[in-house]
């Protein structure tokens, strides 16, 4: 990777409102609904990974 080459995935925000509080019962972040696994692996997944987690927090947030 070139010095100004972007990171895989670095054009893709994380959901994070720094609301940082796992739900035990849900086990997902009480913020953003993302697994620990998830958020883990935020930082080196590409692009497609990204918005593949993204589609599936509407419906974590409806099941709150």
């Known amino acids: 990777m ?3 080459a972007a990171a895989p ?5 994380s959901p994070c409102i720094n609301v940082c ?3 035990p019962e849900t086990e997902l972040c009480e913020g953003c609904f993302r697994t620990l696994d998830e958020i883990a692996a935020w ?10 987690v993204l589609t599936r927090l509407p419906a974590r947030r409806m099941h709150r």
């Not at 995935?9 to 925000?13: L, P, R, T, Y």
């Open 2 to 4: 070139t010095e100004n």
């Open 9 to 13: 995935g670095a054009d893709v925000g």
């Open 21 to 23: 509080k796992m739900n």
């Open 43 to 52: 930082s080196g997944m590409s692009s497609e990974e990204k918005r593949v």
